[in-house]
Every structure is written in C-alpha cells, then in structure tokens.
C-alpha cells in the first residue's frame, strides 16, 4: 500500500498519445489522472484493466474499508457469538467488496447478475466477461465448469411449472475466491496507489476535473472518476448524484428467506448445475419467486448493511471443508411505483423487523410456520437437521409481509416435486435475506454519467448484480477511458 503519488508519465484528460509528459512529482496537492472509488469487483477490474492498457495512467484507488489481508470480521472468526456491529462492516467492505468472503460463483451469462445488456451488446458483455474469467483462471481459478443449459433438471422443472434460467458458472470457492483477490491485491499494489479506511466524503467537479473530499479536510483531485461504489455505499453515492444533478431511478428489492435442508435432497440438482436458478410465477398472487446463490454443502451466514443484520451463504471448494446441508436463497421481487420510490428503505425495514424480534437473524423449521407457531429451542433439539448459523430460533410470520410468506410457502411446495423433502418439517428458513439494489443511474454505453468523466460502474450504479458483470463494467469502463486519454473516440 502506498501513500505517495508516483513520479512518472502521465496524461491530462482528454490528451492526445503524443500528449503524454514525462512530469516529476513536486509533491504538489494529491492529483492523479485517474480516481477509483470502492475497491471491489468492479474497481478492482477498472484498476486491473487501466495499468494493463495503459501503465503509465496515475491511479488511485479510494477504499473505506481494510486492504486484504487486514479485514477480518469478528462474528465470521468465531470470535464473538453475535455482531458486534463494527463502525466499518468487514464483510461489506474492503478490497474485494461485498462478496471477499463469499465463494464466488462466477456466472458467465448476460442474462442474469445485472442489467449491462441494456447498456452494451450481449457479445460485448459475453466477452468482458469470458475475459474476466480468464485472468481469474491465470490467478488459479478453479478448471471445472458447471453448466444448466439443456439439463435435465431443466425439462424436470419445467413439469412443475418452475423455469431453470440456462447458465454456465464456476465455483470458484470460498478459499480460492480470497486467494484471487490477493493475488490481484500483490498485482495492483506496485502499479497504482491504493488507500483504505478512506472514505469518499463529497464528489465535486471542477472544470478540468473533480475533487474528492476525505475525512479531516483532505482533498484529492483527478482529471477522471470512476465511482464504484456497491451496495454498501449506494446511499452515499445517490445523494452525490442528487448534489451533482445526475438523474436516477428506483430499482427493485428482492426480499425473502434463505433455506437450508439436507444435501442430499437437492444432490440430483446440484450435482448436474451446481447452482440452479429457478423461478416460479405463484399461482395466488402472480408474482416471481426465485431461488438465488444456492451453495450445496455450504454454510448459511449473517452479513451487516449499514447495521441491519440479513442473512446470505457460502459455501467452500475443498471438500474437507463441507458441511452435511445445502442452502439457497428464495426471493420475492418487489418493485415500486408512483408515489413510493425507497425499495431500499422497505427491505430494510422488513430486515430490522427480525432484529428486533430475535436480536439478529431467526430461524424457523417449516413445519412449525406450517403450524402457525414459533420455532422454540425445544422444538429445534428435536431436529434432524443441524443448523450451520446460530440464529435465534423465532417465528417468520411476524417479520415477513403475508404477501411475502404465501408466495414463499408457495414455492417451496413446488420445489417439493422436483427436489422431494424440501417441505419437510425439518426444513429450516432463516430470515430476512434481502438483496438491496442501487438506483439506477442515467449512463450511456460508455457508463458515463452526464457529469463528463465521470463513470459509474457496479453495483453501486444500480446496473450490476453480481460479480461477473460488476467486474466486466470496470474492464468496459477501464478500456473507455484508455481510449479517451489516447484521444480516440
Ligand atoms: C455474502 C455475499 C455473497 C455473494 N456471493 C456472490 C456469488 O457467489 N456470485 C456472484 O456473482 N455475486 C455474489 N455476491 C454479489 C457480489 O459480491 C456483488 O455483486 C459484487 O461484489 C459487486 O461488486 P462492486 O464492485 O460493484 O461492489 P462491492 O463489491 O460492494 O464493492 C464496493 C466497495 O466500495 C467501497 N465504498 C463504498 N462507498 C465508498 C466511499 N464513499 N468511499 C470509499 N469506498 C467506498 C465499499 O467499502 C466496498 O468495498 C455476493 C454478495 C454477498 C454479500
């Protein structure tokens, strides 16, 4: 980690190839060519692609949380039994953003994990990210390839009215999700300048470029910006956009619950996809529900958005590290109109209901919501199912909108058929899993915002929702950029 700007070329925006001047750092103010805000997936690739395209670009890279090696969350190290809701959440943000801890299911798809095909051609897309791909491969990405398309799962499913989305991905594993990362870390760190617990406090432009605001009056200024800033700092950079004039628009809230069941009842499915995205139109309100981030042997997690505790899974390559259960996600989409346009408020709202309720996330066995009635610590000893998360042992009918738990109970009766004993009384729901995303800016194809130079990329611009597009808009927007400063179009 550096904190001195480099000495050597660069370029002013907008300059031309023979444009470029050899110049000395004079220690002026902090001013670099280019500014990264938020070093997960999407920076990180934005940064990756820059140095590869164009080494002689002055970069830095401005991240709130902990560089690699230092982020480390209590609760996930058994450390302490429940969130100790730390200033900065570690599992949210640092190098390698919200998904460090994750096991990096990379799906090499257009069709789900964002919204880039709006913006960009499908093949463009499809190659930003089969390039991603292959630098996770060169940096020790797992060999083998899963793959949904033309399954028979798929023809199974579709029996029963659940629809198989057709997708290749590549697990990559919790423990070699970080090894990526800190082998990208060890490339970055002598190429650009990378600081952490730096927060963005204000974006401001100036005519010849921006200025970022940090804590205690710092100031650093760059001719380019690319914001970046997930999820975790969506509502941060939606009020820089209503400062800055920028247009954005309310995205959808996907709210439900995360299941968790023996292995062995989804093994067929996973075997053959690994992860099967299936979504099914319910037949009571006629609204999607779909199963997300499936992790066969894995285990369920609690993770912190901006002190709402939620839950999510993950699940490790090696086998030795496998737990005996399976967990995937099952959301309900929500998406708002006039007059209500804060998706990001209601999922959090109904998160904190179940932090008020159990001190953090509840879990409740099948049979019991079935029943109407709580899941107590007697009832959960009685359980053939071992849970992976100490969750507080509740009753999800209280947190959840009946709209919510009917389409939710509905699905999991449909995936019965498919998949037979997901509607076993043991069958345990942890609650509330939400997946927030961020409004929606206006951007061009070049993910430029009407603020010329400045991009926005990711999560945090309300355009990605995963790790394969996220990181394909930083390549997109990298290769964009190096373009402009070499003066082509
Ligand atoms: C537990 C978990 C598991 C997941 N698993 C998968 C998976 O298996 N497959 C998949 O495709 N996706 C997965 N995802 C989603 C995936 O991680 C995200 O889509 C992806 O990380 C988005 O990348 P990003 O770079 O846009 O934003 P992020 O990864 O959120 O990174 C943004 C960074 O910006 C920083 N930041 C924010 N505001 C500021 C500021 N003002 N100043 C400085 N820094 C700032 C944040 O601290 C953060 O580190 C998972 C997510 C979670 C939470």
Request: aromatic fraction near 8%; include cysteine.
């Amino acid at each position: 980690m550096g904190t001195v700007p480099r000495t050597g070329w660069f370029g002013g925006k907008g300059a031309g190839p023979g444009a470029l001047i050899k110049a000395r750092c004079l220690n002026m103010s902090e001013k670099y060519d280019a500014a990264i805000v938020g070093s997960g997936p999407a920076g990180i690739f934005a940064a990756y692609e820059l140095t590869v395209k164009f080494p002689q670009i002055k970069v830095i890279l401005l991240e709130e949380g902990q560089d690699i090696y230092t982020r480390s969350c209590p609760l996930a190290e058994k450390k302490v039994s429940a969130c100790v809701f730390c200033p900065s959440c570690a599992v949210m943000r640092g190098f390698g953003g919200t998904g460090a801890f994750s096991d990096g299911k990379y799906n090499i798809t257009a069709k789900f994990g964002g919204w880039l095909t709006d913006y960009l051609p499908e093949t463009l897309v499809m190659d930003l990210i089969g390039y991603v791909d292959k630098v996770n491969l060169s940096l020790g990405a797992p060999a083998a390839v899963f793959s949904s398309e033309n399954s028979a799962i798929g023809k199974k499913a579709l029996e029963h009215d659940l629809h198989l989305l057709g997708a290749k991905v590549r697990h990559l594993g919790t423990e070699n999700n970080m090894l990526i990362l800190r082998r990208l870390y060890e490339t970055l760190k002598d190429r650009i300048i990378m600081r952490f617990n730096s927060k963005v406090e204000r974006i401001i432009t100036r005519k010849d470029g921006f200025t970022l605001q940090m804590a205690k009056g710092a100031e650093i200024r760059s001719d380019w910006l690319i914001a970046a800033p997930g999820r975790s700092g969506s509502e941060w950079f939606a009020g820089q956009c209503g400062e800055l004039g920028i247009p954005v628009f309310s995205n959808q809230v996907d709210v439900g619950v995360r299941v968790e069941l023996p292995a062995e009842i989804f093994k067929h499915i996973t075997d053959e996809v690994y992860e099967a995205k299936l979504v099914y139109l319910t037949k009571q309100y006629g609204d999607f529900v779909r199963t997300f981030c499936m992790n066969p042997y894995g285990y369920v997690v609690t993770e912190n958005t901006d002190g709402i505790i939620t839950v999510n899974g993950h699940s490790y390559h090696d086998a030795s590290k496998n737990s005996r259960n399976t967990n995937f996600a099952l959301l309900v989409s929500n998406k708002f109109t006039q007059p209500f346009n804060q998706p990001h408020q209601y999922g959090k709202r109904i998160a904190s209901f179940s932090n008020m309720l159990g001190g953090g996330a509840i879990m409740q066995r099948f049979g019991d919501l079935i029943k109407g009635r709580r899941t107590s610590e007697r009832r959960l000893t009685k359980s053939f199912l071992l849970p992976t998360l100490a969750a507080t042992p509740g009753d999800l009918s209280l947190v959840l909108p009946k709209r919510h738990m009917d389409n939710i109970i509905e699905m999991i009766y449909a995936l019965d058929k498919i998949a037979p004993g997901t509607k076993n009384d043991d069958t345990l729901l942890y609650g509330v899993e939400v997946k927030f995303y961020s409004s929606r800016l206006e951007l061009d194809k070049n993910m430029e915002t009407p603020v010329k130079g400045l991009f926005a990329i990711g999560d945090g611009a309300g355009v990605t929702r995963g790790l394969a597009q996220a990181s394909a808009s930083g390549v997109h927007v990298a290769r964009v950029l190096a373009r402009r400063i070499s003066g082509l179009p």
